[in-house]
């Protein structure tokens, strides 16, 4: 195991020439932007079946699914209040 001492003492490449190579590599590494590179092979969503979910994981869903109903209802009706609909004597 490498000691913090000798973590710090390392070699490191200089911040003004980063690439610069002290020989002990020969390893050379091609750089290849997504937009460059081959398409990858798609796979067909009906082949892969349905996904199986931990209890956790369900429970969080649900969780999720009551929150966005209960924000939805609560932007509604104040959409509804702002309109004078649930209380037309009480609108200012």
Partial sequence: MTTLT???RMKRPSIHNPFKSDG???KVYYVVHPLDDEPEEKRDPSTLGPMHLSKGEKLSLYALRGYLVLMLFLAGYRV???AGVLAPHLVR
Avoid: C, G, I, S
Wanted: glycine content about 0%; hydrophobic content about 45%.
């Fill in 6 to 8: 000798e973590v710090f």
């Fill in 80 to 82: 509804l209040d702002m």
């Fill in 24 to 26: 002990n590599d020969d």
